[in-house]
């Protein structure tokens, strides 16, 4: 398998613009997982998926913030509208039900300027 | 999730054993103790996991006391490419969502 992927790898964007993340998991995972990390704050959990469902949107930052999942092999963050301290690198991770470790893709890197 | 302390930097000369402390003393009977590094830029990457017996594979052992208040991660030959930073996360929601800390800087020196 390709592993978890993610696209873009880097994005650079205007503040005020709208900013699509997306994520493949690994194929028959079940959970999906939306993480970002700052040096400020370390690595967070914005929110998780079991089956295509949001279960834990908690971390999520604000209502700018919001996750999809339409199938089970595809997943989007998206920012609208985005602003600087959004600037961040946001890695997404999948997991087999049953299963103790996740995978994590390699992560999308977003500046906002 | 349960508290886990960490050191927030160690070296480790390349070729000798890395082992890397963590205490978790308020982890509950039923909660693992996992370990991931991530490597400079990358995505964080699972080590391996244990609940109260030692555990060994291919990447590392899992040192885990009695009373599982702590554990010992051992890199047992340490090489350039384990320079990463080490969390030990113990997750107690059903989905067993990790909750980073800061982890430990491991450097391996030349």
């Known amino acids: 398998d390709a592993g978890v992927i993610q696209s873009p790898r880097h994005e650079v964007t205007e503040m005020g613009q709208e900013v699509t993340l997306r994520c493949k998991p690994i194929?028959?995972?079940?959970?999906l997982f939306w993480y970002r990390q700052t040096m400020m704050r370390g690595l967070e959990l914005l929110i998780y998926?079991?089956?295509?469902?949001?279960?834990?949107d908690s971390g999520m930052p604000e209502d700018r913030f919001s996750a999809k999942m339409p199938n089970a092999s595809f997943s989007t963050l998206k920012i609208q509208p985005s602003e600087p301290r959004d600037s961040a690198v946001y890695f997404c991770?999948?997991?087999?039900?049953?299963?103790?470790?996740?995978?994590f893709g390699p992560g999308t890197r977003l500046t906002v300027t | 999730d349960a508290k886990t302390t960490q050191p927030p930097s160690m070296d480790c000369a390349e070729g000798r054993a890395a082992n890397l402390p963590c205490n978790h003393s308020?982890?509950?009977?039923?909660?693992?103790v996992y370990w991931y590094r991530q490597i400079h830029s990358q995505g964080p990457q699972y080590i391996i996991h244990?609940?109260?017996n030692n555990e060994t594979n291919e990447m590392a052992s899992l040192i885990i006391t009695e009373d599982r208040k702590s554990s010992t991660l051992i890199l047992p030959h340490a090489t350039l490419r384990d320079t990463a930073v080490y969390y030990c996360?113990?997750?107690?929601?059903?989905?067993?969502?990790?909750?980073f800390g800061s982890g430990t800087q491991l450097t391996v020196l030349p």
């Open positions: 991770a999948s997991r087999l039900a049953g299963a103790y470790e996740q995978y």
């Open positions: 194929s028959g995972h079940d959970y």
């Open positions: 998926f079991n089956n295509n469902v949001p279960i834990d």
């Open positions: 308020t982890i509950s009977g039923n909660e693992y």
């Open positions: 244990g609940l109260k």
């Open positions: 996360i113990a997750p107690s929601g059903s989905a067993r969502q990790l909750t």
